[in-house]
T-cell receptor, first 115, second 111 residues
Framework: DGGITQSPKYLFRKEGQNVTLSCEQNLNHDAMYWYRQDPGQGLRLIYY???????QKGDIAEGYSVSREKKESFPLTVTSAQKNPTAFYLCASSPRTGGDTGELFFGEGSRLTVL | GENVEQHPSTLSVQEGDSAAIKCTYSDSASNYFPWYKQELGKRPQLIID?????GEKKDQRIAVTLNKTAKHFSLHITETQPEDSAVYFC??????????FGQGTRLTINP
């Protein structure tokens, strides 16, 4: 069953702690993305990766870090430097790179709450 | 960088009526404009997209129009049904594979 899987679905964290959100895809997609969703603000891009071992900052990368050691995996770490980390995080993948953009396939999301 | 403005933020229509959502973008080099639908508690899913080499695309009850000169594109839903109730996001491509999304429109279909 192909798709994109995020875990955990819900996560609670104390202030000052780092937390890592998992994103795995078995669609053989080259590109992967992390978006943050807040009410009334749409989807804002945190980081994206078009190829293994390479990634670029999006519009709101401060306080976040990523890695892309495998094509299938693109974990996101929310560090203690992120001032307002409580949000819904969406991972996505896309089958194409370069100039021909493909459809984004989203995971079900991870809701992070900082206590 | 690219900036996408989406209006309205909320829209309520009677079942059977039409709905329209408009997005404007800033980067004239953008060439791909998808629309995503997010039902309550679910992931966003692509419903229709358009590339800059066409002005209109239709798929059953939904259509998208693109005005490159004015840098805006719109989603049109005809004969609305209760299952059309959702949040709709427009997006524009900035560079290779970097989609910039609008703020979203919450569409409510009233029976």
């Amino acid at each position: 069953d192909g798709g994109i899987t995020q875990s955990p679905k819900y996560l609670f964290r104390k202030e000052g702690q780092n937390v890592t959100l998992s994103c795995e895809q078995n669609l053989n997609h080259d590109a992967m993305y992390w978006y943050r969703q807040d009410p009334g603000q749409g989807l804002r891009l945190i980081y994206y990766s078009q190829i293994v071992n390479d990634f670029q900052k999006g519009d709101i990368a401060e306080g976040y870090s990523v890695s892309r050691e495998k094509k299938e995996s693109f974990p996101l770490t929310v560090t203690s430097a992120q001032k307002n980390p409580t949000a819904f995080y969406l991972c996505a993948s896309s089958p194409r790179t370069g100039g021909d953009t493909g459809e984004l396939f989203f995971g079900e999301g991870s809701r992070l709450t900082v206590l | 960088g690219e900036n996408v403005e989406q209006h309205p933020s909320t829209l309520s229509v009677q079942e059977g009526d039409s709905a329209a959502i408009k997005c404007t973008y800033s980067d004239s080099a953008s060439n791909y404009f998808p629309w995503y639908k997010q039902e309550l508690g679910k992931r966003p899913q692509l419903i229709i997209d358009i590339r800059s080499n066409v002005g209109e695309k239709k798929d059953q009850r939904i259509a998208v129009t693109l005005n490159k000169t004015a840098k805006h594109f719109s989603l049109h839903i005809t004969e609305t049904q209760p299952e059309d109730s959702a949040v709709y996001f427009c997006a524009a491509i900035q560079g290779a594979q970097k989609l910039v999304f609008g703020q979203g429109t919450r569409l409510t279909i009233n029976p």
